[in-house]
């Protein structure tokens, strides 16, 4: 009697899972859009070639178009210094003065030598003619004669001696002035007043001069890239600066110097290119990052901030046909501005999502409005 209500219990649970099973599939048959995930709202952009400037990018250094070491050329205490440090000055302009004292004593012995010997020189001179005149008469021998020759000549290279070693004074003399060589910025007085100034030693270095307009800037690009320069239809190439603070320097440059050789360390050509710099915008020393922009090309550009970057590397989001996302790698070249140029991956047409890149993943249904 027991076994016949279990069993009936048993045929009215399987029953009811029957119509539960049954009742889930004509939901799912009356809403099938509800297991769908919701279309993510993206911007997206149609690419096209368009021109591009060709650009040689590098980091840089700048450097005075003309660096001169102003150093004592004589022996002497420094007794002034006539100028300010850190100021412009013209080319001619007194810097230091050394001791003249000893140097214009000097001047006055070589300058009284030079008296003696021309005094022996014309007394020479008159003992040579008056023995010439006594050996035509042949009063004297040949030899006496030859001896007061040989003793005028030796008079007269004694004068030019002494007349070397006067001028020799004189330009010790004059070093005792020490006026700038350039028009330029002067540097930190390496010495102090009172010094004791050697021309042969370190303690001949007295400061530095800079010329700073124009500046020059040297930097380095690539064996790939400077074949690249090389190549390039435009013979005369702009280039430009962007400072430290990523500011644009005001005015372009120009290349002056490329290397004739390529470093076999580094694989880089040495450049060097010229600004004008009459406000002293750029000084001396600084690091800044020079773009060299030789022509323009035709080439895909696309936002930097639809560029994201995996282990396979930089890749795009693209909206496929079917309308989902769907990524593309691609192989990104050099910056133009806010774009980032393409250099492989990408075809004419292609629809390239540039906004909500964090909710993709591949084959999420993307609802597509074109970029302003």
């Known amino acids: 009697m027991s076994s016949l209500p279990r069993a009936l219990s048993m045929t009215l649970a399987a029953g009811a899972l029957a119509l539960l099973a049954a009742c889930s599939k004509g939901d799912a048959k009356q809403d099938p859009a509800a297991a769908a995930p919701p279309a993510v709202p993206v911007t997206a952009l149609q690419v096209a070639p368009r021109d591009v400037p060709i650009v040689f990018e590098s980091v840089g250094r700048t450097?005075?178009?003309?660096?001169?070491?102003i150093r004592a050329r004589v022996a002497g205490i420094l007794e002034q210094q006539l100028y300010t440090e850190g100021d412009a000055v013209k080319a001619g302009a007194p810097l230091f003065r050394i001791e003249r004292a000893?140097?214009?004593?000097d001047l006055e012995q070589q300058r009284a030598a030079l008296a003696q010997e021309v005094a022996r020189s014309e007394l020479a001179q008159q003992e040579f003619e008056r023995l010439k005149s006594l050996a035509d008469r042949r009063a004297i021998s040949q030899k006496e004669l030859d001896q007061a020759a040989s003793a005028l000549r030796q008079s007269a290279a004694a004068v030019q001696m002494a007349k070397a070693r006067v001028r020799q004074s004189e330009l010790n003399l004059s070093y005792t002035a020490v006026d700038a060589p350039i028009a330029g910025v002067t540097g930190r007085a390496q010495q102090s007043i009172g010094s004791l100034l050697s021309p042969n030693a370190d303690a001949s270095l007295l400061t530095t001069l800079t010329r700073t307009d124009p500046v020059w800037v040297r930097f380095a690009l690539s064996e790939a890239e400077f074949a690249g320069l090389r190549s390039s239809e435009t013979q005369s190439p702009e280039v430009k600066l962007e400072m430290a603070d990523g500011s644009a320097f005001p005015a372009a440059g120009?290349?002056?110097?490329s290397g004739s050789t390529v470093d076999a360390a580094l694989g880089t050509v040495q450049m060097r290119a010229e600004f004008p710099n009459a406000n002293l915008k750029v000084l001396p020393g600084q690091y800044v990052r020079v773009q060299v922009i030789a022509g323009t090309q035709q080439?895909?550009?696309?936002?930097?901030?639809?560029?994201?970057?995996?282990?396979?590397?930089?890749?795009?989001?693209?909206?496929?046909?079917?309308?989902?996302?769907?990524?593309?790698?691609?192989?990104?070249?050099?910056?133009v501005g806010k774009d980032w140029v393409v250099l492989d991956g990408l075809k004419p047409g292609d629809s390239v999502i540039v906004d909500n890149l964090i909710r993709l993943r591949p084959g999420t249904p993307v609802q597509v409005k074109p970029a302003a």
């Open 63 to 69: 450097e005075g178009s003309r660096e001169v070491q």
């Open 102 to 105: 000893p140097f214009e004593i």
């Open 254 to 257: 120009h290349l002056n110097f």
């Open 299 to 335: 080439a895909i550009v696309v936002p930097q901030s639809a560029v994201q970057q995996n282990e396979s590397g930089r890749f795009v989001w693209i909206v496929s046909d079917d309308g989902k996302a769907q990524p593309r790698n691609i192989r990104a070249g050099n910056w």
